[in-house]
């Protein structure tokens, strides 16, 4: 091979080894204990997504909380639970032609918000973290990430709280800038 040739093959390489990870399997004694289903899925829980939406569910999730990253060693148990993939729930949405909306919200019920932060100081009203990310789909690449506190809905209020007197008035509060897990790093 031609030394002109040796350095982009390298690069090539190394991005293809970096790109990919192994995919965990089960043991094949676990995987023949389960059956599948005849011809259908079940109903119940049943969720379609095309193509796009889910590649682009993955290109940010990846981005988001990439596989390798880890919890800081001093982290607390409510700290190490935002560094896991599962604590979040993931809502997507077409955009403009091209585009898909990706939005992480950490769930209340896997991952406990922890009362001091999850407040608004001046009012005292319960704030939930978005993280929404904008995926051109046909460039797969991600356009913008945005991510802000707003207020919580009524149906998103964190087990045990007790609505205090701006939320029975309505009051509600202004977008602040917070980072994910792995920005705040950056």
């Not at 023949?32 to 796009?52: I, S, T, V």
Request: aromatic letters at 6%.
């Amino acid at each position: 091979m031609k030394r002109k040739m040796l350095l982009p093959f390298c690069l090539v390489l190394c991005a293809c080894a970096t790109a990919s990870r192994p995919v965990p399997h089960a043991p094949p004694e676990e995987a023949a204990q389960f059956q599948f289903p005849r011809f259908q899925l079940p109903d119940e829980g049943l969720k379609h997504l095309d193509g796009n939406m889910a590649a682009a569910i993955q290109l940010a999730m990846d981005d988001f909380l990439p596989w390798d990253v880890r919890p800081p060693r001093e982290a607390t148990p409510g700290d190490a639970c935002m560094f896991q993939r599962e604590s979040y729930d993931v809502t997507a949405a077409p955009a403009s032609e091209g585009v898909v909306l990706v939005r992480f919200i950490l769930n209340d019920d896997t991952c406990p918000p922890d009362p001091a932060s999850s407040m608004r100081p001046d009012t005292g009203v319960p704030l939930i973290e978005m993280t929404t990310y904008a995926v051109d789909v046909r460039t797969m690449r991600i356009l913008t990430v945005g991510t802000h506190l707003r207020p919580r809905k009524k149906d998103e209020m964190p087990p045990g709280h007790v609505p205090t007197g701006s939320e029975a008035s309505g009051t509600t509060g202004q977008a602040h800038e917070l980072l994910s897990p792995t920005r705040q790093a950056e």
